[in-house]
């Protein structure tokens, strides 16, 4: 640069680019060995003031200097992959977006070159895809911008002095960078209006600026605003930066148990700590040498680092936040992590380490969920744009008309198809509520100790946070209850006699033929069994109960294992006996069994939930449910949801398939242990299949019968969650203005969530023609008379 001064090699401002360098400045620096002026300050290679005790010795420490092995191999990938260009290669001859693979994410994750930085930046962000597709230049959009005297412009000069004060290019109004990030600023809340300005892009650009041309900054901040971080991050909500703590709250729990119990004793809110590390990428709190490394990897893998680098960051300090005496200490501690870390490559690979598995689907489908109840905690759901607005890329502002084919790709700007779609979401809403109040308008009629239940629909965080808790509660240790299908009269002082559709709790199963139950806190009876010599083929009692087939060896005993182990000789205790054949087991969870929400007793609450709740609950998963494609298909939520029930349970399938094959019921496999709801779904939508595919049963059907199922259990809200979290799945059957790909999936959530006040006892099998026929005529006639003469309860009943 003739007639300039030119920074010392690893000297001062040696690593900004060199439009930003401060002549002023260097001047002085120049006329340093002549003694004619020093320089008031002294600043390292990034312009930033340091103290002139750590800047005496030459060269400064820490510098950011190139590794030659490094360089080259940047330069022999490069080479490589463009190998068929002839002649020397040049960065006009690379191409606009490098191929992704395995091989650049090493070099990135390695340290890009310094001097490589601007160049590889703008590629592995997409940001010059960006710039050269742009219908609007740079310049068109400054010139748009700078007569624009909106609230954001005045909050933009207000900042300009504040964002960088400790860096020579901001740190003045005559400093080479304050105009810069004027314009870039102002240019950015004309072109995103639903943003405006917000003090964390400010941050961000001007670090940019440091090493970047302006208008290159600016087209970076473009591709981090619409793909690297989600939509409305640094909206006036901030809502896309809070969902993510959320996100990252969650992450602690999975991979930093030690410290999510630490924050939980001491109560400590750590989105205090860490929204502002999110909301600036980090510009603001880490050294910017060790900013230089985390941006190399953000701007090649986007925010999936945020959180990756976090974990490292907090794991690194895992044991001394442990070992702090006191809240104060550990959020003493907590602010200060990103300022004491210096050493890049220990923080990447222990971030790597501890979450390198982490994946992009895995955080978005967080961030669905949590953004989707971080609306409903706030109240926002109803809003006629709200769902529609956030879950999309912020839209920009343009002068043009877009294409035929970018509106096909981005959806529609149509102000009357988006009104459209959002009356229709109401009616659905509505459709639903209603659908739901009239099957509890029916429990409270029928039933009356359900008259005190509550309706209104609990749209608060913590009621999500207590679903899965409630769930796991309410499986375990909860006695199994089955219905009589017949009267049984008890003719022996060990037996329990019940009348049909008494609810009997079950005490043992371990009999295959015989169980053991209570009936109004009553088994039965007392009665002494004297056993001589044990049971078995030389087994001999004293009182002949019964004769039956030993479930044990197979062969005629006297008394059944059960038996000789609950009444030792002498003892006596009512031991409540009956014919399991003679009773059915329900599928109700945690509540008390009601007999308006039994099909086989009050048929009326078959068209209530068949006819009426199972409609409307097709018409929100119809919504926004992609068509057929040119070569035809089906196309039906129960394919959805056959698909995205696999899909939760396939990554951890043998384990899960292990436990279906044991389990006996929807809810507890044989050792106990609960089900999660993914499993659970997955285990009724086979189920549902094996049954109805055998009577070729419609996919309506299907729908309708696995509704049902999740009635009895009590978890279709929670199912509805799991369909929604499956972001693959969602993406590939629904339309992005959907229910389900929308955060509005929450408010039917909590919506569904008012259902489980009541207890449902509901055939799954209740539309097919034989299960029907067998419902009716549950024994062949006499068959009772004879069981009950003979206790021949081994036998096996034909229908």
Request: proline share 4%; with cysteine.
């Amino acid at each position: 640069m003739s007639g300039s001064h030119v920074p010392s090699a690893n000297g001062p401002f040696s690593a900004l680019t060199p439009s930003m360098w401060p002549q002023e400045i260097l001047a002085k620096y120049a006329q340093k060995e002549e003694a004619v002026e020093q320089p008031e300050f002294c600043y390292d290679e990034f312009g930033f003031r340091v103290d002139k005790e750590d800047a005496d010795g030459t060269p400064y420490s820490g510098q950011l200097l190139e590794d030659p092995p490094q360089r080259l191999r940047w330069q022999a990938h490069l080479e490589f992959t463009h190998n068929h260009d002839v002649g020397d290669l040049t960065w006009d001859k690379i191409a606009v977006s490098l191929p992704r693979s395995e091989k650049l994410r090493s070099l990135v994750l390695a340290g890009v070159p310094h001097s490589m930085r601007p160049q590889l930046w703008m590629r592995l962000s997409g940001a010059l895809q960006k710039k050269r597709n742009s219908e609007l230049s740079y310049r068109e959009i400054v010139k748009n911008s700078s007569n624009d005297e909106t609230i954001a412009a005045k909050q933009i000069e207000k900042d300009l002095l504040r964002t960088m004060p400790s860096n020579a290019c901001f740190a003045h109004v005559s400093g080479v960078g304050v105009p810069r990030l004027r314009r870039v600023l102002r240019a950015l809340a004309w072109l995103y209006p639903e943003i405006g300005y917000c003090q964390g892009t400010g941050m961000v650009a001007a670090c940019l600026l440091l090493f970047l041309e302006e208008d290159d900054a600016f087209w970076m901040m473009c591709a981090i605003v619409e793909d690297l971080l989600p939509a409305s991050y640094f909206s006036t909500t901030l809502l896309g930066v809070q969902t993510d703590q959320r996100v990252l709250r969650h992450l602690i729990v999975q991979y930093l148990p030690r410290l999510d119990r630490l924050l939980q004793e001491h109560d400590i809110e750590l989105s205090l700590i860490t929204l502002h590390w999110f909301l600036t990428a980090f510009a603001s709190v880490v050294h910017i040498r060790l900013l230089l490394r985390l941006w190399d990897l953000f701007f090649y893998e986007g925010s999936l680092v945020l959180f990756q680098a976090t974990l490292g960051m907090l794991r690194l300090k895992e044991d001394e936040l442990i070992q702090s005496e006191n809240s104060a200490s550990i959020f003493n501690t907590l602010s200060d992590i990103p300022s004491q870390l210096e050493d890049a490559d220990l923080l990447l690979a222990e971030a790597m380490r501890l979450a390198g598995s982490l994946t992009a689907v895995a955080v978005e489908t967080q961030r669905r969920k949590h953004l989707a109840y971080l609306l409903a905690d706030q109240g926002q759901l109803l809003g006629a744009n709200a769902t529609a607005s956030l879950s999309q890329v912020v839209r920009r502002r343009t002068q043009r008309r877009k294409s035929g084919i970018t509106s096909l790709l981005f959806g529609e700007d149509d102000l009357e198809a988006m009104k459209a779609k959002n009356i229709k979401q109401t009616e659905l809403v509505a459709d639903l509520r209603e659908a739901i109040l009239r099957v509890a308008r029916h429990f409270q009629c029928t039933d009356p100790k359900n008259c005190n239940v509550e309706l209104t629909p609990d749209y608060s965080m913590e009621s999500h946070q207590r679903d899965h808790e409630n769930y796991v509660a309410c499986s375990r240790g909860h006695p199994r209850r089955a219905k009589a299908l017949l009267d049984f009269e008890r003719h022996d002082d060990d037996e329990l006699g019940f009348r049909k559709n008494d609810i009997i709790t079950i005490v043992s199963q371990k009999d295959e033929h015989c169980w053991v139950g209570e009936l109004n806190g009553l088994r039965g009876e007392a009665s002494v069994w004297c056993v001589v010599q044990g049971w078995g083929r030389a087994g001999q009692a004293v009182k002949l109960r019964r004769r039956r087939v030993c479930s044990a060896c197979r062969s005629p005993c006297v008394l059944s294992p059960v038996a000789v182990a609950a009444c030792l000789p002498g003892s006596a205790s009512p031991t409540g006996w009956f014919p399991a054949k003679f009773v059915e087991v329900l599928d109700e969870r945690s509540k008390e069994y009601s007999i308006a929400g039994d099909d086989a007793v009050t048929e009326g609450v078959t068209d209530l939930v068949r006819g009426t709740l199972c409609p409307a609950l097709k018409a929100l998963f119809e919504h926004g449910l992609k068509k057929p494609s040119l070569l035809g298909g089906a196309c039906h939520p129960w394919l959805f949801i056959e698909e995205a029930a696999g899909r939760e349970v396939e990554r951890d399938f043998d384990s899960v398939y292990s436990r279906l094959v044991l389990c006996k019921t929807y809810r507890l496999d044989e050792d106990g242990k609960v089900l999660t709801p993914e499993e659970l779904l997955y285990r009724a939508v086979q189920s549902v299949n094996v049954t109805h595919d055998a009577a070729h049963a419609q996919m309506d059907v299907k729908l309708r019968s696995l509704i049902c199922v999740g009635l009895n259990e009590q978890v279709l809200h929670l199912w509805l969650e799991v369909l929604c979290s499956s972001l693959p799945t969602v993406e590939k059957w629904y339309q992005p203005w959907s229910f389900l790909r929308s955060p509005g999936w929450v408010q039917i959530k909590c919506e569904l969530r008012v259902l489980c006040c009541f207890a449902f006892s509901l055939s799954q099998d209740w539309e097919l023609p034989a299960k029907r026929e067998e419902e009716k005529k549950p024994l062949k006639e006499g068959v009772q008379d004879m069981l009950v003469k003979h206790h021949l309860f081994s036998w096996d009943i034909d229908g």
